[in-house]
């Protein structure tokens, strides 16, 4: 029968070359982001968070960028491995609702070897 | 430092019946919000408690509801279950107002 669902996008990538997932949000008094990771059979797992008074943040083979202007969040992750592969989520808050962490869809990332 | 878990992890419930599903917070943290994640709505937030009180809630109907006891441990409960409130349940802890949530690996729900 028919699925109905949310449609997520897939990005597939080759094992080693670099991944850009990107999220947009329409909330323009959110003011912190973060990026999870969530696997099958998982709960989400954070991977980076960026706070709006900074454009641009690096952990360890990721870096979080964003545009406030274009209400754009994007995530990069280097040399991609096939452990990378997971469905990936942008999520925002502002100081008006706390913790309450409002979603993006997701974008599935797939790593071939 | 163990990370949040919730139990129970899987759940067979029929049309009527009541849950209740539980989370341990990470150590020191004081903030619990839970999330349903349905394959048709992604991830929405339910509610969140913070010593004890209810800080923030979703747009989800009356049966949903929850606690937090004074160690921060959280319980959720549904009421009158419905085909529609399977999905996989959610808890995240923080130690306070917007620091990184950190989750649970989730109580899968199903509803027949």
């Known amino acids: 029968g028919e699925s109905v669902g949310l449609h997520l996008p897939t990005l597939s990538v080759q094992e080693g070359d670099n991944s850009i997932i990107n999220c947009a949000y329409s909330?323009?008094?959110?003011?912190?982001f973060i990026w999870y990771k969530q696997e099958s059979g998982k709960g989400p797992q954070f991977i980076i968070d960026i706070r709006s008074n900074m454009d641009k943040r690096q952990g360890q083979r990721v870096t979080v960028l964003l545009n406030k202007t274009v209400k754009h969040l994007s995530l990069q992750i280097a040399a991609t491995q096939p452990g990378d592969s997971a469905v990936y989520f942008c999520?925002?808050?502002?100081?008006?609702?706390?913790?309450?962490?409002?979603f993006g869809a997701g974008t599935i990332l797939r790593v071939k070897s | 430092k163990a990370g949040v878990t919730q139990t129970p992890r899987y759940l067979i419930k029929t049309r009527g019946q009541q849950v209740t599903l539980s989370c341990s917070p990470i150590s020191g943290h004081r903030s619990v919000s839970w999330y349903q994640q349905t394959p048709g709505q992604g991830l929405q937030f339910l509610f969140e408690y913070f010593s004890e009180t209810q800080r923030n809630k979703g747009n989800f109907p009356g049966r949903f509801s929850g606690r937090q006891f004074s160690n921060s441990r959280s319980e959720m409960n549904v009421s009158t279950l419905e085909l529609g409130d399977s999905a996989l349940y959610l808890c995240?802890?923080?130690?306070?107002?917007?620091?990184?949530?950190?989750f649970g690996p989730g109580t899968r729900l199903l509803v027949l």
């Open positions: 999520a925002g808050t502002s100081m008006e609702y706390g913790n309450k962490l409002v």
């Open positions: 995240a802890s923080s130690g306070t107002l917007q620091e990184t949530q950190y």
């Open positions: 909330n323009s008094a959110s003011d912190y």
